[in-house]
Nanobody, 122 residues
């Protein structure tokens, strides 16, 4: 089970830190990712991190502003979001990959959280 937290309303230029808690015992064996879905749009890739945390990848739209991290000892995943813009408004979901390596493809992820709403006002 994956449970996200940390969403909310923030002004443009502000920051938020999302967290994802996993109740699974094998959290550390798989890559994890963040995806987002804005109203009327498809779910899109945001960031991913390998099982060890050594490899990460970001969508071009968030590169340099967002940072993904994980704590395998605590079974948690985080997404630090800085310099937010209204275009970042969406429901953000964490997901557990079916593989150890990173992937930007939705199909590579087997388990999904319910999501947390992020709203950025202009």
């Amino acid at each position: 089970q994956l449970v996200e937290s940390g969403g909310g309303l923030v002004q443009a230029g502000g920051s938020l830190r999302l967290s994802c808690a996993s109740s699974g015992r094998i959290f550390s064996s798989y890559a994890m990712g963040w995806f987002r879905q804005a109203p009327g749009k498809e779910r899109e890739f945001v960031a991913t991190i390998s099982w060890s945390g050594d490899s990460t990848s970001y969508a071009d739209s968030v590169k340099g502003r967002f940072t993904i991290s994980r704590d395998n000892a605590k079974n948690t995943l985080a997404l630090q979001m800085n310099n937010l813009s209204p275009e970042d408004t969406a429901v953000y979901c964490c997901a557990r990959s079916a593989i150890a390596g990173i992937s930007t493809l939705k199909g590579a992820y087997a388990y999904w959280g319910q999501g947390t709403q992020v709203t950025v006002s202009s």
